[in-house]
């Protein structure tokens, strides 16, 4: 069995549910120590996270990611104890398996392959590990970043070993993610008798040539890397139960998955511009839970391509799709933020499993993108 290997079956075996760790950042610390890693734990409420970095010097590279698993769902729909890792049909089931255990494994390994090659290599290597990514995010690698900027750590370049991979591994990579703004939209009317609707306001009939034309604006172009900002709305609550009342309010749930062609700001004042335009009473409250980031090609996606090149023959497409990630956060201190790991069919699934064909040539696709980088 190859180290790779070995230390994934470690990780999935430790039952760390968002937003437990479970000891397995402990099990890095021990493996990343002896290599010369200076290793911090940095503790917010429930969730651990781990910095640790090895040299002083620039450029610095960050292997980011998290420890944490999603719910299995129920236990007795797994073929195999999801925290029991197993091994059949060439696959290696087990929650985590795929995102993102197996990608942590191969961070640790191909470090340790690297700097025994590498031993006077230039710049820095570091670590940004969480326990938080699976939940709120709000106690994870957001902590970690405001912890480094305030010590102005300045990251040079940082892989995210998100299960990026679509249908075999290196055939896509995330050089972006769009933001998510969501909204929750009251609109006002006036209750009363449904047979005396001159005594009431219906706002579902005054919301609704509003929402017909929010579903239809066109909110940019996108760009080059980025398809069009997207609209939608999620829920829609009104009514009292009863068939003979006219509600007093109705309220909607609505997202924006935006692009870096729009702005946060501007996408809200263009949905105030029209909410005013139909004279509605209304409150609307926002909530922006990732703001959208993009790494355009550069050094750290040409060397990553390369790397991937050389080990599988494939040409990786850059991709912004999918949702957030912590790459969010740390496309805030760091300039290059890329997002590369194995294949994602199965990930929060029933089952999850990597194909353990995938494992080694992951390993080796990151020590080669820390050679193209540091020597």
Known sequence: MSKTLALTEELI????????????????????????????????????????????TQPLVVFAGHTDVVPTGPVEQWQSAPFTPTQRDGKLFGRGAADMKTSIAAFVVATEEFIAAHPDHQGSIGFLITSD???????????????LSERGE??????????????????????????????????KGIQGHIAYPQLAKNPIHLAAPALTELAAEVWD???????????????????????????????????????????????QQRVHEILNQHGLEYDLRWTIS?????????????????????ETGIDADLSTTGGTSDGRFIAQICPQVIEFGPPN???HKIDEYVELRCIEPLKNIYRRTLENLLT
């Not at 990514?133 to 912890?147: F, I, L, Q, S, W």
């Open 13 to 56: 075996a430790l039952t760390s549910v968002t937003p437990h760790d479970q000891g397995c950042q402990q099990r890095l610390i021990e493996l990343l120590s002896p290599l010369g890693f200076a290793c911090e734990t940095i503790q917010s409420g429930e969730v651990t996270n781990l910095w640790a970095r090895k040299g002083t």
């Open 133 to 147: 990514e699976e939940g709120p995010a709000t106690d994870g690698t957001v902590v970690v970043c405001n912890r």
């Open 154 to 187: 300045q990251l040079d370049y940082c892989i995210v070993g998100e299960p990026t991979s679509s249908f075999d591994l290196g055939d896509t990579i995330k050089n972006g993610r769009r933001g998510s703004m969501a909204g929750k939209l009251t609109i």
């Open 221 to 267: 172009q996108g760009n080059e890397y980025y398809s069009p900002t997207s609209f939608q709305m999620s829920n829609i609550h009104s009514g009292t139960g009863a068939s003979n009342v006219i509600p007093g309010e109705i309220v909607i749930d609505f997202n924006f998955r935006f692009s870096t062609a729009s702005t946060a700001e501007g996408l």
């Open 290 to 310: 990732g703001y959208p980031f993009l790494t355009p090609r550069g050094t750290l996606s040409d060397a990553l391509c390369d790397a991937i090149k050389t």
């Open 345 to 347: 069919g199965s990930i």
